[in-house]
């Protein structure tokens, strides 16, 4: 299976973020990696190092885009130099698609640098779907929408977080970046079943997923991007990738970063996963996700 139009047929296998600390031991040991994700605003500028140390990456790594302040949902427009600034970096690093958040997170110019939930309204559904779609068009290369963790909830919300997507994704028609991690942590701070929201996802919109690992608190789970990935993480990741088929995965691992080779390392544990769905048929998929979770790979 060779993934779908929203990541440009591309099954690009298991990648990590590109993060600073692993730049001495990329540099120096040129481990084989997949791809690295980058966070398009950290080379959203002119010149100097930053956009150096791209370029070097560029030279032997394939790189996807990864985006934090696009703001769908926010009821002002883009800013038309940050998405001049994007395309330009689009069109540097080739990033056959590009991902970020479906939140708000802009009043007026002014941005939280929070990814805020968004009411999950039939107002916020057309306002951000027509967003999507004009970044889309404007950057001309497939957009996936990810799914965030909350930790507060809107009481005129008119359907499910994944009834919202699902809205969204059809009427831009746009990709989803599937983020598991981030409906486990909403699941325990509301409540709902998290295999209800990965059963509803439509399995052909999936353009790339997201695991990662969170923290824990008397009363909620944070989602921290600083712990190894949990079993019940690892169970909605399998019963994903049973419904979407090999995905593009990448491991979030953004404070207390641990050596490259350990973060590398939990990400590869996903290749279990997709091996076993490569190759085998989904009865025996379905058959090991009813039974105990997997071990993961060594």
Not at 20 to 28: E, T
Not at 52 to 62: F, K, P, T
Not at 95 to 106: E, F, K, M, N, V
Not at 114 to 140: F, G, I, K, N, S
């Amino acid at each position: 299976m060779s993934g779908n139009r929203f990541n440009a047929f591309q099954n690009h296998g298991v990648g990590i973020g590109l993060r600073i600390p692993h730049y001495q031991h990329i540099f120096s040991r040129k481990p084989v990696v997949d791809w690295f994700e980058i966070i398009s605003e950290n080379f959203m500028i002119d010149g100097g190092r930053p956009l150096a140390m791209l370029d070097q990456i560029l030279e032997r790594y394939r790189v996807v885009q990864h985006g934090v302040s696009m703001y769908f949902g926010s009821v002002t427009e883009p800013d038309p130099e940050h998405l001049k600034r994007l395309k330009t970096l689009v069109r540097r690093t080739g990033t056959p698609w590009l991902s970020d958040h479906l939140c708000w997170g802009s009043v007026d110019g002014t941005y939280t640098h929070d990814l805020l939930p968004l009411p999950y309204t039939w107002e916020a559904v057309a306002r951000t779907a027509d967003r999507v779609r004009m970044v889309q068009d404007y950057l001309e290369i497939p957009v996936a929408v990810e799914n965030v963790s909350s930790y507060a909830a809107f009481t005129d919300s008119q359907m499910t977080e994944w009834e919202f997507l699902n809205e969204v994704v059809e009427r831009a028609d746009c990709g989803i970046l599937l983020d598991v991690n981030n409906i486990y942590v909403s699941s325990v701070n509301h409540e709902f079943d998290p295999m209800d929201y990965v059963i509803a996802v439509p399995a052909h919109r999936v353009a790339q997923i997201h695991i990662a690992g969170h923290s824990k608190y008397e009363k909620y789970i944070l989602d921290t991007h600083d712990h190894p990935v949990i079993d019940p993480v690892w169970d909605l990741y399998a019963r994903a990738i049973e419904r979407c088929g090999p995905t593009p995965t990448l491991l979030e691992w953004d404070d207390h970063i641990p050596s490259f080779d350990e973060v590398h390392s939990e990400a590869l544990k996903a290749n279990r996963y997709l091996k076993m769905y490569s190759d085998s048929s989904s009865s025996v998929v379905q058959a090991s996700l009813e039974g105990e979770l997997l071990e993961p790979a060594q």
